[in-house]
């Protein structure tokens, strides 16, 4: 890299993006890479700071950023993204639909680890819109070895692509609301078009909505019949703390060939539980999930619409960002629940 004064560099191609920033207003690239500077340009370059600018010489075992970051960005990307042409030397990534963000940390630490390279991402498991922004990748010198970059596409060959979006499948649901005050119609039933919002929020379809009373067997019937009816998918709402009367956890537990886990760390959504018969996961959502706009259900349900199948190790894990603050006006996903 030679360093020449913006006087003598008329004439000259610039090697990279020179960024401008005013305040409140602007920051982006004022000259873009391959400008040639002109005499007209000297005197905002001077305005912008710039008094010198940098020439590459590269030789043929480097890369330009731009060159680097394309190639970077191309490795790391999995299914459901798609990636930007380089400004001021990043490449971003977004998401080509609607779905649930997936981030290879193992993968994403190793790239890490290797001096001059960076990526940033969104948390893993956030639901994000098409054309949302989830990645970002540059080096950080204005060039960098080829052979840097080789082990990173060798790493994601290894390890698997870093960044991907997972479809949310439009999964058939079946919810089963339990209690003997609403089966009884003593009172409204206002847990089911809850869950029947939180589906179809979630991409899924809804097969049908069956109540049962406080009794076992009416409620592994309910779930049998919404099963055989073809649900993907059972929720079932209430039922699920220690009262004397709350059988839900038992008639899940009656009817599953594996029970996951009953209570998940995570706040509201403690009383959770999650179980499988055959390959259908049965979801025992707790009351939280009435009240609270935002619990273990948000975290749990775009992991299964996308057909992932969880371990307890994977329930066990949300503790670590599993307290929600029950901020007075809701932001999540943006927020630190669940991260």
Not at 15 to 30: E, R, S
Not at 48 to 72: C, F, Q, T
Not at 123 to 134: A, G, P
Not at 185 to 198: A, C, N, W
């Amino acid at each position: 890299m030679k360093i020449v004064n913006v006087e003598d560099a008329i004439g000259m191609v610039l090697a990279h993006d020179l960024t401008k920033i005013v305040p409140g207003q602007f920051k982006g690239a004022a000259f873009k890479k391959g400008h040639i500077i002109r005499p007209e340009d000297i005197p905002m370059l001077k305005d912008m700071g710039k008094n010198h600018i940098n020439v590459l010489e590269l030789s043929e075992n480097d890369l330009h950023e731009d060159d680097a970051a394309i190639r970077i960005g191309m490795a790391i990307s999995g299914e459901g993204v798609y990636t930007t042409q380089p400004s001021e030397g990043k490449v971003t990534l977004k998401a080509k639909e609607r779905g649930l963000l997936k981030i290879n940390l193992d993968a994403l630490d190793e790239v890490n680890d290797i001096e001059m390279i960076i990526i940033a991402t969104l948390h893993n498991n956030t639901v994000v819109d098409k054309d949302q922004s989830v990645a970002g990748t540059r080096i950080i010198p204005l060039s960098i070895n080829k052979d840097k970059i080789e082990t990173i596409e060798k790493i994601c060959k290894d390890l698997g692509s870093i960044v991907s979006v997972k479809e949310l499948k439009p999964l058939k649901a079946g919810i089963v609301v339990t209690g003997s005050e609403v089966y009884h119609g003593r009172i409204t039933d206002k847990f089911g078009p809850v869950l029947e919002q939180k589906v179809r929020f979630y991409g899924g379809t809804l097969l049908g909505v069956k109540y049962a009373s406080d009794d076992i067997d009416m409620i592994q019937a309910s779930i049998n019949e919404l099963i055989g009816q073809g649900a993907d998918i059972i929720l079932t709402s209430g039922g699920m703390s220690v009262d004397a009367d709350d059988l839900t956890p038992t008639a899940i537990r009656n009817i599953s060939d594996r029970v996951i886990t009953y209570g998940s760390p995570v706040l509201p959504g403690a009383m959770f539980m999650l179980a499988y018969k055959g390959n259908i996961p049965i979801l025992g959502v707790p009351a939280c999930g009435m009240y609270h706009k935002t619990t273990v259900l948000d975290l749990i349900l775009p992991r299964i619409m996308t057909g992932e199948v969880l371990s307890r190790k994977e329930i066990t894990r949300l503790g670590h960002g599993g307290l929600c603050l029950n901020c007075k006006v809701c932001h999540y996903p943006v927020c630190p629940f669940g991260k």
